[in-house]
């Protein structure tokens, strides 16, 4: 009798050997990843560092006409902006629409605002308060202070002179309007004394406190294409929205920049501490800007030979000290920038446009940049960052308690870091992002993860004291073609106290009288491990690719295991339906106890056979096997 044929389950190969297909293909998927991982790790991950935390945002863009992207600090932005076009309105129609005497005038009050505007013409002698004060335009307060009470323009030749040393001048704001002190090509000179400064503020007469409402404006001071000069004056709660109407602003006209001066001058709480925009020679001298909402000081478009010296910026929510791109000459020395939110220094020296644009502006990268003897502590972001500055000089400066301490990036040509003094996180220099030429000499490095790193740039690093870093001293990644290494002491722990292995292909590197006596090679524990993965952040991505087909492989063999055990056997193939149920409780339990010890007449891959013995009766017994009948 032939074998009976054995039927098949559905989903399972005709071989018997459920889910082979299966597997191979798992198998198959998981070399691949596998190689994909060992590609990708080694290839796309190969060079790079420790994160730097130095994605600063970008400084506002604060020109002649908009701040799209100053920070919003008050949900009313879009009221806000209205009231800074308004106020451009306001200052140009009140100067064109002068009545042709050599008298002052007065400009209503445009609604809603009933705020009218005194225009001050040219004469022989300033105006000055008791000047203002007969205009109408200003009142006398108790005790010596005084409150502007309507807006006030200082037209061409004119010159305002405000001073009232240990007094207050507030000017009006509110709901009703506020009012505002602006030079238009004339001359604004205001002062205390040393020890008894000139108070400015707003001043809500409603509320009988100062104007902390930006919804519908606030008071500011500001000079447009003319000069204005500050000596110990603090000035507070001034200011919205846009950098001309920030605080405290030089900003120029057409043809014609703005110029000035402050002296112990304090500008807090406001929108922006001071605000440069086109100004030609302007000179800070002291004084402090704090606890304002956007920068401490912004140097802004086409502002050129602005020196800023002993300049105290701090608890400013963006950055301390920002120099904008389409500048040149600026000096910044014995600035202190100290726990701001985002970078105590920030120099950005690229080209306002890359090419021609629909507001003219300039394609000239600046240049010309000094930070000198300066400190920067506690930031949030980068202690002194610069991108695209060309002759940048940083000499001489302390940066401590800050992500990253100095940070030199893009296309800039020949920076100079001299005698500067290093205490950060992660990074302590980094130059990095296109930099060509640089020279860093006689620098310090107290502590910092990496010291000093060179990525995709080239820079010579001489004379440079590395007392503490905790992975390399000095880190070569990428194209550092014509990069130099030389007489260094580098000491800390880590695995290399110079590291070139991600130096890119076809980069030629010098390094030369090194000294890493005080360097502890770390490579085989915890901290190893953890370096590797900080460097290679890729592998652990890697390597959950690669564990998920191999998850999904051992599932898969132990449901086939647990399958093909608890799957019914073949009824022709059981002995138990059919030898069993024509077996009488006797023959079972021989049966039973023969296929336990083994003594049973069947075959590998056959059913069992019981042992024979007569039947009471002469009955015979048919087994059906997988060999035919058997009697």
Do not use: C
């Not at 447009?224 to 605080?247: I, K």
């Not at 086109?278 to 800070?284: S, Y």
């Amino acid at each position: 009798m032939p074998e009976p044929e054995t039927p098949t389950e559905p989903g399972r190969p005709a071989d018997g050997r459920p889910g082979r297909r299966r597997r191979s293909l798992l198998t198959a998927l998981t070399v691949v990843v596998a190689v994909a991982g060992i590609v990708g790790t080694v290839v796309l991950d190969g060079p790079t560092d420790v994160p730097a935390r130095t994605a600063v945002p970008a400084v506002a863009e604060v020109d002649g006409s908009e701040d799209a992207t100053a920070p919003v600090v008050d949900p009313s932005g879009d009221a806000q902006a209205r009231i800074v076009t308004a106020e451009d309105d306001r200052v140009f129609a009140a100067v064109g629409d002068s009545p042709g005497t050599r008298a002052s005038y007065e400009v209503p009050a445009v609604a809603p605002s009933i705020v009218p505007t005194v225009v001050l013409t040219a004469r022989e002698r300033p105006y000055d308060l008791a000047a203002l004060e007969r205009l109408d335009a200003a009142t006398r307060l108790g005790g010596g202070d005084w409150m502007l009470t309507r807006s006030v323009l200082v037209g061409r030749g004119a010159v305002l002179d405000l001073q009232a040393p240990g007094k207050t001048l507030r000017l009006v704001s509110g709901t009703a309007g506020f009012a505002a002190l602006v030079v238009f090509r004339g001359t604004l000179t205001m002062g205390g004394a040393p020890g008894a400064p000139l108070r400015v503020t707003s001043w809500d007469p409603a509320a009988g406190a100062v104007d902390t409402e930006l919804g519908d404006g606030r008071s500011y001071v500001r000079s447009v294409g003319g000069r204005m000069d500050l000596s110990h004056v603090d000035a507070s709660e001034l200011g919205f929205w846009s950098g001309r109407t920030g605080g405290i602003a030089w900003t120029g006209s057409a043809g014609e920049p703005g110029r000035g001066s402050a002296t112990a001058t304090v500008v807090g709480r406001s929108h922006y501490g001071m605000f440069t925009s086109r100004v030609e020679g302007l000179a800070i001298n002291g004084g402090a800007v704090r606890d304002n909402a956007a920068d401490g000081l912004l140097v802004h478009r086409e502002s050129s030979g602005v020196s800023v010296r002993e300049l105290a910026s701090s608890g400013n929510a963006r950055h301390g000290v920002a120099v904008s791109s389409g500048t040149e000459r600026v000096l910044l020395s014995g600035v202190t920038a100290e726990d701001n939110g985002g970078a105590g220094i920030r120099i950005d020296g690229a080209a306002p446009a890359a090419s021609a644009s629909a507001s003219g502006a300039s394609t000239a990268p600046g240049r010309g940049f000094t930070v000198e003897r300066s400190a920067a502590t506690g930031n949030g972001e980068v202690g002194i960052l610069a991108s695209g500055a060309s002759a940048l000089v940083l000499r001489g400066n302390t940066v401590a308690g800050s992500p990253d301490g100095i940070v030199v990036r893009g296309a800039s040509d020949a920076p100079e870091l001299i005698g500067n003094t290093v205490d950060a996180e992660d990074f302590g220099i980094a130059v990095r992002d296109g930099v060509s030429g640089a020279r860093l000499t006689a620098n310090t490095v107290t502590s910092a993860t990496v010291a000093v790193q060179v990525s995709d740039a080239a820079a010579t690093v001489r004379d440079t004291a590395v007392e503490g870093a905790a992975r390399y001293g000095v880190s070569l990644v990428g194209a550092v073609d014509g990069t130099a290494v030389e007489g260094n002491r580098l000491a800390g722990r880590g695995p290399a106290a110079v590291d070139v292995h991600r130096v890119g292909v076809g980069s030629n590197v010098t390094l030369t009288g090194n000294d890493d006596a005080r360097w502890t090679v770390d490579r085989d524990d915890v901290a190893y491990w953890a370096s590797y993965v900080a460097d290679h952040p890729l592998v652990l991505l890697w390597l959950l690719i690669l564990l998920v087909p191999i998850a999904a492989q051992v599932r898969a063999r132990v449901r086939a295991r647990i399958a093909a055990t608890a799957r019914p056997r073949n009824p022709l193939l059981s002995p138990a339906p059919l030898v069993t149920a024509a077996l009488d409780p006797v023959d079972r339990i021989a049966l039973a106890r023969a296929i336990a010890a083994g003594r049973t007449t069947s075959r590998p891959g056959h059913p069992p056979v019981p042992p024979h013995r007569p039947i009471p009766g002469g009955t015979r017994v048919t087994v059906v096997s997988g060999d035919g009948p058997a009697t």
